[in-house]
Every structure is written in C-alpha cells, then in structure tokens.
C-alpha cells in the first residue's frame, strides 16, 4: 500500500492524525496534514484506510499494490 496525500485539497481537519498519528501528523503554522510513512507496514493499512475514509476533503488516497 502507498499513501497519496493532495496537499492542497487539505483542509487541515486534522481527523487524519487524530485516527492514525503513526502516519500524519500537522504542520504546527497551518494545520495542513503531513504524511509521514507514505508506505505503511501491513499492520497499519488499517489505520491508513480509516484516514483515508475520515478524511472530510478526501486528500488522503490509498493505493493497494
């Protein structure tokens, strides 16, 4: 799985980091979300598509290999 974060979709919700904080985080001036393992383990594609879902911009896209 790969996360694809559209940056400028981000409406700095912060759900994301709320749900999976081992994969997004906020930028401290903005708010905007921050991807910070693009290429999750296998035990958080959970968390990954529960960001993804949670997401009220739909910024976040998961790709499955």
Same mark, same amino acid.
């Given at each position: ?6 940056? *400028? +979709?981000? @409406?700095?919700?912060? %759900? =994301?980091?709320? @749900?999976? *904080?081992?994969?997004?985080? %906020? +930028? &401290?001036?903005?708010?905007?979300? @921050? @991807?910070?393992? #693009?290429? *999750?383990? +296998? &035990? %958080?594609?959970?968390?990954?598509? &529960?960001?993804? #879902?949670? =997401? *009220? #911009? #739909?910024?976040? +896209?998961?790709?499955?290999?």
């Amino acid at each position: 799985m790969r996360v694809e974060f559209d940056e *400028p +979709r981000c @409406v700095a919700a912060g %759900q =994301c980091a709320l @749900v999976a *904080p081992d994969l997004f985080d %906020q +930028r &401290e001036d903005d708010g905007v979300a @921050v @991807v910070l393992e #693009a290429e *999750p383990s +296998r &035990e %958080q594609h959970d968390e990954a598509r &529960e960001a993804a #879902a949670v =997401c *009220p #911009a #739909a910024a976040i +896209r998961l790709v499955e290999e």
